[in-house]
């Protein structure tokens, strides 16, 4: 080559050379063909490496995590349940607490309802460790590129997040569900995970767990699901609120069933559903959003008697049941409740004007209805509502029951064979002085009391008679007779309680002037129509709870308090009253019926105690002044100038026992055993002083008949001759089951008669 060729081939090769020497040129001026700032940053080598060491940072952290954080206690929220309360044939009566929950075993939620939630929160759940990577990576990715909010959290990470931590969104918060997740898949199994997970999701609706939820949107329990409910359940999930069929628009509605079809969808590619079935499977609307079942109406009352049993005896404290997961079934028969809740308002409330009239404000009525053959109570009512009365007048034992006591005066009669003053048996038959205000013999406490509207029966009246025409001045003699302390052991042993203000030695005691309240005295009558086996009245069913157990402190069918004998001849007494005497309102041609009624001192309270062989009913009416919550007279009120246990309580009674009664085959009384003892010839010459007690002469000045206990004398009344320790039979332990603390001493002292 010759130097000239050189010399052209040097000048080429500078030419091609010259683009690059310009660009160089250009770099060192401050071109853009050097990198710089912040492009240097992100070689596609850095971003690589910054992503895996991120990730062996993350790994490192979580590593940390996992042997420092603990699995923590549940949060409150998601151990508070619900106390669910039922009537006797098992459909829901209301619910009590803070939150609508009542926590079940997986094994009460049908095994394709269980599936349905996998398929549609977690196709990998038993396989996964409680963390799903490959869907936290998706879900990463979907929030990266925009297509949704990242998602992937399995359903452990979700119980979790639920039952150990709270809903805030924070990157610690999340750290910390991951890791409580995978110590929590090591330590339960996959059903129990499942179970807590259904039992703490909010469903919409005020619904926590798949119970409420089931009762909120279908109206049945967890246990009766089929797939297509389960399945919108499910769906339901993701946006409780945006997703309930009652206010979700077209959009929502549509979106619910992609939801829907792709749960199916989803399980048949877990092999859970085959094709067939799911073709089958056809979505079914919720029912409307309806009120949680409440207090209202005589609810509030039944909830209330039912603690109150719960307790009874120390069986379980109040802190117990209010911490909730009890399901209490009661022994209230809807239909009885519902005779009952009629006939208080069409015999009584449709005849009072409680907003026009003063004195029919003052009326407040409690009753309590018990099936004497299982101490079942049927029904109760306490009251006009929780709203207007804050504690149930069935309950309230600030009253006294008046004459619905004598029953019990002549059964400690029977019970203890014991004798008049002039030794004679007290029996039915027996024959005793009718005298309005005759002074007791017998007592060293004088007593003289004032038979109603002051008559006189005569010095000749059988036991029978007065007890037809509830003649003061007769069981004030026969109470002497047996004596009081044997009276009150025979009243306890029936079911009354020993409260403070029981009048011991007191002849006044014939005529009811203790405390009590409908619960009580319809034990007794129950124990009369029981043939004398011990009835407790119950109103608690069953109690069950996943945790604690409950057994009542005393069976509602006990031991014999008395004898049959003694309850039969009673319950023969009785059923004069109501043939012949004060009850003569609640005859009727639909049953055989035993009672008694009662009207205390000023007329403050009105009772009427009957019973059928089916059905044993105590109906009282409180006068209750609305202000100060004193004791007050029921006289004037609903129009009558008395408001005794003939009037009002018996009405109540005949309506509500006819109702209940209706359809029933209806018995007569089995009182085969009954004994009335043999006709007396009266004595023509009482001595008003007993030869055998010359120190029990009462006081030669007439006592005035407002007073039942004249002298303020302590000395206790010596028991009568002839009345040997009456049967032992076991005392009930004395509690206050509700109402307000009675007076002490008694605000009316009862000398009243019906």
């Known amino acids: 080559m010759g130097r000239a060729e050189a010399r052209k081939a040097q000048q080429q090769r500078g030419a091609r050379r010259a683009p690059s020497g310009r660009a160089k040129g250009a ?8 990198r710089t700032g912040i492009r240097r940053f992100f070689t596609w080598k850095k971003v690589v490496g910054t992503f895996f060491g991120m990730v062996l940072l993350g790994m490192a952290a979580l590593i940390g995590l996992y042997f420092y954080v603990d699995v923590p206690n549940p949060n409150e929220q998601a151990t508070q349940q619900s106390n669910v309360y039922k009537w006797a044939d098992g459909a829901t009566m209301a619910s009590t607490g803070k939150v609508n929950r009542e926590i079940v075993d997986i094994d009460k939620v049908p095994k394709d309802v269980q599936a349905a939630f996998i398929a549609i929160e977690n196709k990998s759940f038993y396989e996964d460790r409680g963390i799903d990577f490959k869907g936290l990576a998706r879900g990463l990715w979907n929030t990266v590129t925009g297509r949704g909010k990242a998602g992937g959290s399995t ?41 807590g997970y259904l039992n703490t999701s909010y469903f919409g609706r005020g619904a926590y767990g798949i119970q409420a939820a089931s009762q909120a949107y279908y109206g049945v329990d967890a246990s009766q699901l089929n797939l297509a409910q389960g399945t919108y359940l499910a769906a339901l999930l993701q946006a409780p609120s945006q997703y309930d069929w009652a206010v979700a628009g077209p959009n929502a509605q549509q979106l619910v069933m992609t939801r829907f079809n792709g749960t199916l969808a989803n399980m048949v590619d877990m092999g859970e559903l085959d094709e067939a079935k799911k ?85 407040q009525a409690g009753v309590t209805s018990v099936d004497p053959k299982t101490g079942a109570i049927v029904a109760m009512y306490g009251g006009t509502g929780l709203q207007e009365k804050y504690a149930s007048n069935a309950l309230r034992d600030d009253f006294q029951p008046g004459s619905t006591f004598k029953p019990i005066v002549l059964a400690s009669a029977l019970q203890n064979n014991a004798t008049t003053q002039d030794g004679k048996p007290i029996t039915p038959n027996a024959i005793y002085d009718g005298t309005s205000k005759r002074p007791v013999v017998g007592s ?30 007769v069981y004030a003699q026969m109470i002497v007779d047996v004596g009081p ?42 124990t009369l129509d029981n043939h004398g086996k011990k009835i407790t009245p119950t109103i608690v069913k069953s109690a069950e709870h996943k945790d604690l157990e409950y057994e009542p402190a005393e069976p509602a069918i006990g031991a014999q308090a008395i004898s049959r004998q003694t309850a039969d001849t009673v319950t023969k007494v009785l059923t004069g009253v109501v043939s012949e005497g004060s009850g003569k309102a609640v005859r009727s041609s639909a049953y055989e019926a035993a009672g008694k009624t009662g009207t205390t001192e000023s007329n403050v309270a009105g009772w009427f105690t009957g019973y059928t062989p089916e059905l044993v009913t105590v109906v009282a009416l409180f006068g209750e002044d609305p202000v100060t919550h004193g004791q007050v007279t029921l006289a004037g009120a609903g129009g009558r100038d008395r408001v005794g246990g003939s009037s009002f309580p018996a009405e109540i009674w005949k309506a509500y026992t006819e109702a209940a009664l209706k359809g029933v085959d209806t018995d007569k009384f089995d009182i085969s055993e009954a004994e009335m003892g043999a006709s007396q010839a009266p004595s023509r010459s009482p001595s008003p002083t007993p030869s055998h007690s010359p120190s029990a002469q009462p006081s030669t000045s007439p006592t005035p008949s407002t007073s039942p206990t004249p002298s303020t004398s302590p000395t206790p009344s010596t028991t009568p001759t002839k009345s040997p320790t009456p049967t032992k039979s076991p005392t009930p332990t004395a509690t206050n089951t509700g109402g307000q603390k009675p007076p002490d001493p008694p605000l009316f002292p009862q000398v009243g008669g019906r």
């Open 279 to 363: 073709a089958e499977v056809k979505f079914q609307e919720p029912i409307k959003p309806k009120p949680r079942a409440g207090m209202d109406g005589q609810k509030g009352y039944l909830v209330e008697a039912a603690d109150a049993e719960l307790v009874r005896g120390g069986v379980l404290t109040k802190k117990q049941i209010d911490a909730g997961g009890w399901t209490i079934t009661l022994n209230i028969n809807p239909k009885n409740q519902a005779a009952l809740e009629k006939a208080v308002q069409d015999e009584l409330e449709s005849k009072l004007d409680r907003k026009g009239d003063a004195q029919d404000k003052v009326v």
């Open 444 to 473: 060293k406490i004088p007593f003289n009391p004032q038979n109603q509207d002051n008559k006189d029966y005569g010095k000749e009246i059988t036991v029978q008679s007065a007890t037809n025409s509830s003649v003061n001045s």
């Open 27 to 34: 770099k060192g001026k401050g071109g853009a063909g050097k």
């Open 155 to 195: 359903i452990t990470q979700q119980y979790v997040k639920n039952h150990y931590l709270t809903q805030e969104q924070t990157p610690t918060r999340k750290m910390k569900e991951m890791v409580i997740s995978l110590k929590v898949d090591q330590q339960m199994e996959k059903p129990q995970i499942l179970a």
């Open 485 to 526: 302390p044997a009276v009150k052991k025979t009243a306890l042993a029936l079911g009354m309680k020993d409260r403070k203000g029981w009048p011991e030695d007191k002849p006044a005691m014939s005529l009811g002037t203790m405390s009590t309240n409908t619960v009580e005295m319809a034990g007794v009558y129950a």
